[in-house]
């Protein structure tokens, strides 16, 4: 029973901690590849946030040698450039 309370009880704080920071998504450049942040400082990866019409963003590492750009409060849709670009300038959208 103390198990299932604790399994319980570490379910209910990943939920509330998602929540709180809520998703965070990798944008996409022109050529369809991460922006990639290997040499680049957080306010790099910020400003193509920005761009991407995110809240901000900051340089991450999710895996060994891999150092990618992520934005936070960033819809599905502005994570890709054209998408992002298509919404700043409706002129584009044929």
């Not at 891999?66 to 819809?75: A, E, F, M, P, S």
């Not at 849709?77 to 298509?86: R, T």
């Amino acid at each position: 029973m103390v198990k299932m309370q604790v399994i319980f009880i570490a379910f209910i704080a990943v939920i509330a901690c998602s929540m709180v920071y809520g998703d965070s998504l990798s944008p996409w450049n022109e050529g369809d590849t991460y922006y990639g942040c290997q040499r680049q400082t957080d306010e790099f990866c910020n400003k193509i946030c920005k761009l991407h019409l995110a809240s901000g963003g900051s340089c991450q590492q999710p895996a060994p040698f891999v150092k990618l750009c992520t934005c936070q409060g960033i819809d599905y849709d502005n994570s890709f450039f054209f998408g992002a670009l298509e919404k700043q300038c409706p002129k584009l959208r044929g």
